[in-house]
Each structure stands twice: as structure tokens, then as C-alpha cells.
């Protein structure tokens, strides 16, 4: 058999006949790369004097690439504004049970708080046991069906219901995770709820990590964006509480854990109040910054008030624990890389010509610090959302070489696959599913924000299958950066790094953004998709 022969798209397109793409710059990739990993912009930590030497440098580029200014006041910035909370909770006490509960940190459980006041206290507030704490319409589920939980303390199950299901089939596509799985959306439905605090269980497995995860992600000083009124719609304590605690909390309530949980599981469960009272206050100490989004557009010669969109976060971990002496994390490939990308398509797009529709290009800040600065940008955006038509994020780029397969991130969920599958196919590429889905990596980087409220966005990973060694050679390389480099001071530029990959990646980014933007369709999520309501309201009322 003869092996399968990789091309850049614009090879691939020229051949056809088709309009040839420009080729992606190898040199720009490099440049940019180097140049933001360089230890004179000291990590890129938002917030710190190297992020205005990081953004002039960013906004420069999307000058020199032929961008306009996107950002607000028709500059090239938008303000984040930024405010770190360091929290320390007194013990969860739990009364009239069988017995006296005092949960500790970090043993037994973490709490914390989204509210930006110096003191909270809950006091003597009604548990619930609200299952999955799920609130799904378009698939026939309510775990707070028939229940006010207002001001009371409702306690949560990680992850879907059908999270133990082998097969990616079910009322919660079974083993993959959906967002109704994640912990972020359990605290806001709790909110929504009017809950005072919101206590999930935590179990490894389900949640995909163990608990000291929990803890080291969950103390110190936390960064959230500021918003006026200080975040008092959310719930007063969020946290977690471990699987042991958990048992001694609902044999308090005289119920029967194993059973409660069977139950959650099935549809039609009904919230079980537990006849129990929570107490827990919070001392915040508060510091207040700001951080920037970079923004350049590209308008359009038709409808230029309809947006492609390309995202990459622009910051990283600034100075961090010492290796063999340096102690700067300079974050190369991640993600310095994804900034490379977004100057070289930017480049590519201006080459080509100007397309239908406007393309935005957003660097955003604060990634590292739980995707804020993609966050900010979608609540507070610089065009309506609804007149974005889809788009791709961008973090981390291929530097291990050309490969026969993508990895799609997130898969069955809207439309724009069907984008990506073209693209791919035409480099002679297979699409192939992520490996791990029950871990819900769809969820955890900045296309997410966009697509929570409703925007279609596309996430992949670079694929292992490398033209150059196989998938033996891509795995062992991947496993390789994780290990050694990955959020280390190891992770800086290497002038031997093999860019044929991120330009085969790059080449298929640029192709799924110049068909969405001189075509006229608009890409929705399926109708399965936990993401559709909300983009078919946003488009209605457009």
C-alpha cells in the first residue's frame, strides 16, 4: 500500500482549480513565538508590567498583518477588569442530624465564594440533595423540579447521570461529558436556583481528577473578572466536599448515600431535602486590577457586520517555581504559539483578499487563571454575538511535525464539524474523536466562552499520528511535553522544532474560516446540543 501523501491546503486547492490559499508563514510563526517566550516579557502574567510590553507587541503585529483596531474607543485594547479574592473559610458545620458534623479545609472539604464581600456568612440553611443538580428542558430534565431552594444549601453530584455508561449514547451522550457535567455549571444553575451555598461531592473518577486537584486549584488567591454589584447573584459559598464526607453528611440525615445516588440517576428524580442545617463564613481579602484583551479586525467587503472569529490567549504563569534556577515560565508552545497563529492567519486572510464577512482575531487574557479574559469578552462583547457566525480557538500549535489525523475536541455538537471534516479530508487527513471525553476538555479552554452562549466554536487537538514516525513517535513526544515541559520553565523555544504540523493546522483553520466567511450559511449547534437554545434565541432576536 502506498502511504497516504499529506499536502498544505493550498497545494491541494491550486491543483484543483480552486482559488489557492496563501501559504501560512513559517518565518511568522517563528518570529512571534520567539519573540513572546523570550525571558524579557518575564512569562506574560497578566496584570504585571510584562503584559504592556506583550500587548504593544501583539497589537503591532495585527497592524503590520493589514488588522484594524477592535477593541473599545477604536483602539486596539478592551479593559478587563480584574479582582483577586483570597479566601479563608471557617468549617462547614452541619446540625439537626443524628449527629454533629465540622468539615475542615483542606481534609474535608473547600469553600469559597464568587461574591466580592469582605465577610459572608450562611447560616443554619436547609440542605437539599438536588442530585446531578442538572436543569435540562430540551432533554426532559429538572433536579430542581417542584422544589424552592432559595437561601437554602443545596448539595450537587459531579458530572452527567449517565457518566458510568461505556458507550457515548445515552440521555447525557453516556460517557462523554456535557456541560450539565462540569462544575462551573452546577454553581451557576445553583444560583439561578437562588441557593445560598452550592456543595458538590466530589469522586475521582467522575470528576476526572482527585482531590488535591480540588484543593490546589481552590486556594490561594482566585482572579475573576469584576463586575459591577460584585457578583452578589451568585450563590454566597461554593465548594466541595469529599466522597467520605458526603457519607457521613447524608448518614446524619438518616438516608441511605448508594441509594440516593441510583436514584439521581434516573429521570424524574426528585430533590430530597435532608432535614439538615449548614453554616460556613468567609473572609475575603480583595485586590482589585485590571488585564487587556487584544483586538484587530479585518472588515468585510459584504456584510461586514457579520463575524468569523479566531481566539488565542496571549498570557501565561509570569515567574513560577524554580527549575535548575529558572524560575521564568515562558510558556512557548502554550501558549506564544497560539498568538503566532493568529498574526499568521491574519497575514494569510489580508493576502488572500478581503473577505464577505469581518474576521475578528482576540487575544485574551488571563486564560491560566480560568479562561477570564475570553469570559469578559463574551459577556461585555465588541459586536453582538449573535452576529458571530462561528469560529476557532487556538491554543497550543503542533511543533512535532505533519500528521495524518486531527483530533476533534468536543465532538457531536454543532454543525461546524461538518466544516472541519471538509477541510480535513481535502488534506487527506482523519478526523478522529478525542480519546478521554468523559473529562470534558471541550469545557476548559476559551472557545468555551463563546459557546456557552451559543456561539459555535470549533476546538481540536494536534493529532499523533506523525507523518515522520507514526503515532508511536507523536504519542511519545506528547507525553514527553506534558512530563517535562508543559506549565514548567521548560516550555521555551526550540529552533528545532518542526512547524509542518501547525501549518498543516493552520492550513485547515484558515480554509474553515474563508468558507464561513465568503459563504452565507450560518453553522448551528445540533439540536441535541446543550448550546442550541440559547443561539436560537440570540438569532430570533436578531
Not at 429538572?142 to 449517565?162: E, H, M, Q, R, S
Amino acid at each position: 500500500m502506498m502511504p497516504r501523501l499529506i499536502l498544505p491546503l493550498s497545494l491541494i486547492l491550486a491543483a484543483t482549480g480552486a482559488s489557492a490559499a496563501p501559504e501560512i508563514s513559517i518565518e511568522t510563526l517563528k518570529d512571534v513565538t520567539k519573540t513572546l517566550s523570550d525571558d524579557s516579557f518575564e512569562g506574560r502574567a497578566p496584570a504585571t508590567p510584562a503584559e504592556e510590553k506583550t500587548i504593544a507587541y501583539i497589537s503591532d503585529r495585527f497592524a503590520k498583518a493589514g488588522l484594524k483596531p477592535g477593541g473599545t474607543d477604536g483602539g486596539w485594547y478592551q479593559a478587563v477588569p480584574l479582582v483577586e479574592l483570597n479566601a479563608k473559610a471557617s468549617p462547614l458545620s452541619i446540625t439537626g442530624g443524628k449527629m454533629p458534623l465540622s468539615f475542615t479545609a483542606p481534609t474535608d472539604m473547600i469553600i469559597h465564594s464568587y461574591q466580592v464581600q469582605p465577610h459572608i456568612a450562611v447560616k443554619d440553611s436547609d440542605v437539599v440533595f438536588v442530585g446531578y443538580g442538572i436543569n435540562a428542558p430540551e432533554r426532559g430534565w429538572n433536579d430542581y423540579a417542584g422544589i424552592d431552594v432559595k437561601g437554602k444549601t443545596v448539595v450537587i453530584l459531579v458530572n452527567d447521570p449517565d457518566w458510568k455508561t461505556k458507550a457515548l449514547k445515552g440521555p447525557f451522550e453516556g460517557r462523554a461529558m456535557t456541560y450539565y457535567g462540569r462544575w462551573t455549571y452546577k454553581y451557576e444553575e445553583a444560583a439561578r436556583q437562588g441557593a445560598a451555598a452550592a456543595i458538590i461531592v466530589h469522586e475521582t473518577e467522575p470528576a476526572a481528577y482527585p482531590f488535591s486537584v480540588v484543593v490546589s486549584s481552590n486556594t490561594g488567591p482566585q482572579l475573576q473578572f469584576d463586575e459591577p454589584g460584585g457578583r452578589m447573584d451568585q450563590s454566597k459559598a461554593i465548594g466541595w466536599i469529599t466522597n467520605e464526607a458526603a457519607h457521613k453528611l447524608f448518614a446524619a440525615a438518616g438516608r441511605s448515600y448508594d441509594q440516593l445516588i441510583a436514584a439521581a440517576g434516573r429521570k424524574g428524580f426528585g430533590a430530597v431535602p435532608l432535614g439538615l442545617k449548614a453554616s460556613v463564613t468567609i473572609d475575603n481579602s480583595i485586590r482589585r486590577q485590571s488585564s487587556r484583551n487584544v483586538i484587530g479586525v479585518l472588515p468585510g467587503s459584504e456584510r461586514s457586520d457579520e463575524y468569523v472569529v479566531y481566539s488565542a490567549h496571549w498570557d501565561h504563569l509570569g515567574r513560577c517555581a524554580p527549575v535548575k534556577g529558572d524560575d521564568i515560565c515562558n510558556g512557548a508552545v502554550d501558549n506564544a504559539s497560539g498568538i503566532a497563529g493568529l498574526v499568521a492567519l491574519a497575514e494569510a486572510f489580508r493576502k488572500q483578499g478581503t473577505p464577505r464577512r469581518s474576521i475578528l482575531f482576540i487575544a485574551v487574557t488571563a486564560e491560566e487563571s480560568g479562561t477570564i479574559g475570553s469570559e469578559y469578552y463574551a459577556a461585555h462583547p465588541t459586536v453582538p454575538l449573535r452576529q458571530i457566525v462561528g469560529g476557532v480557538n487556538m491554543d497550543s500549535l503542533n511543533v512535532n511535525g505533519a500528521t495524518r489525523d486531527i483530533v476533534l475536541v468536543g465532538g457531536g455538537k454543532s454543525e461546524l464539524e461538518d466544516y472541519l471534516a471538509r477541510a480535513a479530508k481535502a488534506q487527506g487527513r482523519a478526523v478522529k474523536p478525542e480519546p478521554t471525553p468523559e473529562k470534558g476538555y471541550y469545557f476548559r479552554s476559551d472557545h468555551f466562552s463563546f459557546a456557552k452562549l451559543g456561539v459555535p466554536m470549533l476546538y481540536t487537538d494536534p493529532g499523533e499520528d506523525l507523518v515522520n514516525g507514526g503515532v508511536a513517535r507523536g504519542k511519545a513526544l506528547s507525553e514527553d511535553y506534558v512530563a517535562n515541559r508543559y506549565h514548567s520553565p521548560q516550555d521555551e523555544y526550540d529552533p528545532n522544532w518542526d512547524w509542518a504540523g501547525a501549518v498543516q493546522d493552520l492550513d485547515l483553520w484558515y480554509a474553515i474560516g474563508r468558507e464561513l466567511a465568503d459563504g452565507n450559511a450560518w453553522p448551528n449547534w445540533r439540536p441535541t446540543s446543550e448550546f442550541r437554545v440559547v443561539r436560537d434565541q440570540s438569532r430570533a432576536a436578531k
